[in-house]
């Protein structure tokens, strides 16, 4: 019985996760054409869209990202095309992928928590449905990011390290599930040493009776696979990375302590420079970061304030879910065990990676969290049905009925309302305009697009499966072919512009105008009269 429902849990998670795939959201943001372009562009010319060979960084629009997705792109754009079908596909491999892991995960957590240890199996198979059926994993395991595919290398890095304490065979997974994990996502760079040494804490004894063969072959592994990170990239681009995520609030922090300190000196207030030392204000600022992936705000009513990252009018996760939360922590800390050491360090660690970033809560810098809080949540609500009294079967029914609801009500708005809602946030209406601009192209002499269409040059390489070669011989950020990029408005009626449709000129024809689902503009595409 139960490994019927384990199969029937995959069968849910799949098709949750690939189900209008390449439509749901309607349309691509400029990360996802990016790393589609950049693999496009490898499997055509050995190059990404700088000129680079092989690059071992994602250079994207200059924030550097982990090379992994963009890889792994590459077969799935030679098998598909250049579409968004296969530009998500990765993702949702991925994402498929991490369910059954965190079953294996659960089981094996759970051998060292003796008070739950006898309910492992139905505790694991009640995770990895709360898993399946997570808005946070569907909403990023259904989009072209790489959280997704990093929180799977982190999940498989912790099981098969577990497994590998008897069985030790295992180490060498989650060795390589250890060193990949750092080509994923940033998140993971920090996330995983982490993780890494505090399973080590916990489990000493453990690891000290394996042999020193297989404890030598995880260490080499490990750092084998890592360190071409830490020879080949260049210390600036790590520094840009940091200054392109941390710099503004930090700036900020400055700025605010000197005011503070400049008005308590002007008040003849004493100790001002120590009050409102900008360490202090940072560290603030920092730990109010930290505290706000745990509020439940994030977590269960609202999200984030990116509705790439989540759907409107819910947080993170289920309602249903919150107090399975709370009684799960309570049920950690009363049962103390290895096991629940762990649990409890994964989630106090899944959101440091997010702390000194802009803007927080972030939904997909903090995704790993989302482990932690399902396997807790479901070692909650198989306590809760085991206990005995009197109205326990109603309780059952309410609980159920509410699950059932919540999900489905959550399902109708994400294929229903949600693309219509929130088309604006995933740059709806670019790709169109890039398919307008290139019926008429013949027409004029130029295409001019202006800079309120955020990182053009992206999407109509993307959309128009431009050819790299021709685009890195003659090609750049600001021009290809007849198109020019973060352009003014031209003065020649023979001139295409493409605009923001609150930026066009009123003195224009316009020949097309491109609407939201909600029937809004916004794209106007014409030339002057």
């Given at each position: 019985?139960?490994?019927?429902?384990?199969?029937?849990?995959?069968?849910?998670?799949?098709?949750?996760?690939?189900?209008?795939?390449?439509?749901?959201?309607?349309?691509?943001?400029?990360?996802?054409?990016?790393?589609?372009?950049?693999?496009?562009?490898?499997?055509?010319?050995?190059?990404?869209?700088?000129?680079?060979?092989?690059?071992?960084?994602?250079?994207?629009?200059?924030?550097?990202?982990?090379?992994?997705?963009?890889?792994?792109?590459?077969?799935?754009?030679?098998?598909?095309?250049?579409?968004?079908?296969?530009?998500?596909?990765?993702?949702?491999?991925?994402?498929?992928?991490?369910?059954?892991?965190?079953?294996?995960?659960?089981?094996?957590?759970?051998?060292?928590?003796?008070?739950?240890?006898?309910?492992?199996?139905?505790?694991?198979?009640?995770?990895?449905?709360?898993?399946?059926?997570?808005?946070?994993?569907?909403?990023?395991?259904?989009?072209?990011?790489?959280?997704?595919?990093?929180?799977?290398?982190?999940?498989?890095?912790?099981?098969?390290?577990?497994?590998?304490?008897?069985?030790?065979?295992?180490?060498?997974?989650?060795?390589?599930?250890?060193?990949?994990?750092?080509?994923?996502?940033?998140?993971?760079?920090?996330?995983?040493?982490?993780?890494?040494?505090?399973?080590?804490?916990?489990?000493?004894?453990?690891?000290?009776?394996?042999?020193?063969?297989?404890?030598?072959?995880?260490?080499?592994?490990?750092?084998?696979?890592?360190?071409?990170?830490?020879?080949?990239?260049?210390?600036?681009?790590?520094?840009?990375?940091?200054?392109?995520?941390?710099?503004?609030?930090?700036?900020?922090?400055?700025?605010?302590?000197?005011?503070?300190?400049?008005?308590?000196?002007?008040?003849?207030?004493?100790?001002?420079?120590?009050?409102?030392?900008?360490?202090?204000?940072?560290?603030?600022?920092?730990?109010?970061?930290?505290?706000?992936?745990?509020?439940?705000?994030?977590?269960?009513?609202?999200?984030?304030?990116?509705?790439?990252?989540?759907?409107?009018?819910?947080?993170?996760?289920?309602?249903?879910?919150?107090?399975?939360?709370?009684?799960?922590?309570?049920?950690?800390?009363?049962?103390?065990?290895?096991?629940?050491?762990?649990?409890?360090?994964?989630?106090?660690?899944?959101?440091?990676?997010?702390?000194?970033?802009?803007?927080?809560?972030?939904?997909?810098?903090?995704?790993?969290?989302?482990?932690?809080?399902?396997?807790?949540?479901?070692?909650?609500?198989?306590?809760?049905?085991?206990?005995?009294?009197?109205?326990?079967?109603?309780?059952?029914?309410?609980?159920?009925?509410w699950i059932t609801t919540a999900v489905l009500v959550y399902l109708h708005n994400y294929w229903q309302h949600y693309p219509v809602e929130k088309a604006s946030?995933?740059?709806?209406?670019?790709?169109?305009?890039?398919?307008?601009?290139?019926?008429?192209?013949?027409?004029?002499?130029?295409?001019?697009?202006?800079?309120?269409?955020?990182?053009?040059?992206?999407?109509?390489?993307?959309?128009?499966?431009?050819?790299?070669?021709?685009?890195?011989?003659?090609?750049?950020?600001?021009?290809?072919?007849?198109?020019?990029?973060?352009?003014?408005?031209?003065?020649?009626?023979?001139?295409?512009?493409?605009?923001?449709?609150?930026?066009?000129?009123?003195?224009?024809?316009?020949?097309?105008?491109?609407?939201?689902?909600?029937?809004?503009?916004?794209?106007?595409?014409?030339?002057?009269?």
């Open positions: 019985m139960k490994s019927k429902i384990f199969w029937a849990v995959l069968v849910l998670a799949f098709t949750l996760r690939f189900y209008k795939l390449g439509e749901v959201p309607l349309s691509l943001d400029w990360d996802e054409n990016s790393n589609a372009y950049n693999a496009y562009s490898i499997l055509k010319t050995g190059r990404d869209q700088y000129g680079d060979f092989l690059p071992i960084t994602n250079r994207s629009f200059d924030d550097y990202k982990p090379p992994a997705y963009m890889y792994l792109n590459v077969p799935t754009v030679a098998i598909f095309g250049l579409t968004p079908f296969a530009a998500r596909l990765p993702s949702a491999i991925f994402g498929f992928l991490t369910v059954p892991l965190i079953y294996f995960l659960t089981q094996k957590v759970l051998e060292y928590w003796p008070k739950f240890s006898e309910k492992r199996e139905t505790i694991s198979l009640v995770a990895m449905l709360l898993l399946a059926i997570s808005p946070w994993h569907l909403q990023f395991s259904r989009v072209g990011f790489e959280a997704t595919v990093g929180l799977f290398t982190a999940v498989a890095a912790a099981a098969a390290f577990l497994y590998g304490i008897k069985d030790h065979k295992w180490l060498i997974v989650a060795a390589i599930a250890t060193g990949l994990s750092s080509y994923t996502y940033h998140t993971q760079r920090i996330f995983v040493p982490l993780l890494a040494i505090v399973t080590f804490i916990i489990w000493k004894k453990d690891i000290f009776k394996i042999s020193k063969k297989f404890l030598a072959t995880f260490i080499i592994v490990t750092i084998l696979i890592s360190l071409p990170l830490a020879i080949l990239i260049p210390p600036k681009v790590i520094l840009q990375r940091f200054e392109v995520t941390t710099g503004r609030p930090k700036l900020e922090d400055i700025e605010k302590s000197i005011k503070f300190i400049l008005q308590d000196q002007a008040a003849n207030i004493p100790f001002a420079n120590i009050t409102h030392n900008r360490r202090f204000v940072i560290g603030q600022t920092y730990f109010a970061n930290y505290l706000s992936h745990f509020s439940p705000n994030f977590l269960f009513t609202k999200g984030d304030d990116n509705f790439r990252h989540h759907i409107q009018d819910m947080g993170m996760l289920y309602l249903f879910e919150l107090p399975l939360f709370l009684y799960g922590i309570y049920l950690a800390i009363r049962f103390k065990s290895k096991a629940s050491a762990f649990l409890l360090c994964w989630l106090l660690f899944a959101p440091i990676a997010a702390t000194p970033a802009t803007p927080n809560p972030h939904g997909n810098r903090s995704l790993p969290l989302l482990i932690a809080v399902e396997i807790i949540s479901a070692v909650a609500l198989v306590s809760l049905f085991s206990i005995n009294f009197r109205f326990k079967n109603i309780l059952r029914f309410i609980y159920l009925f946030f995933w740059q709806y209406g670019y790709r169109e305009a890039v398919l307008e601009s290139e019926k008429v192209k013949d027409r004029y002499e130029k295409i001019l697009v202006d800079q309120t269409i955020e990182q053009a040059y992206i999407f109509w390489l993307f959309n128009l499966k431009y050819d790299p070669r021709e685009y890195l011989e003659s090609g750049s950020l600001e021009h290809f072919d007849k198109y020019y990029f973060r352009a003014l408005p031209p003065q020649m009626s023979n001139e295409l512009y493409i605009s923001d449709a609150g930026h066009f000129p009123g003195n224009f024809e316009i020949i097309k105008t491109i609407y939201y689902p909600d029937g809004s503009e916004i794209v106007r595409i014409g030339h002057p009269r």
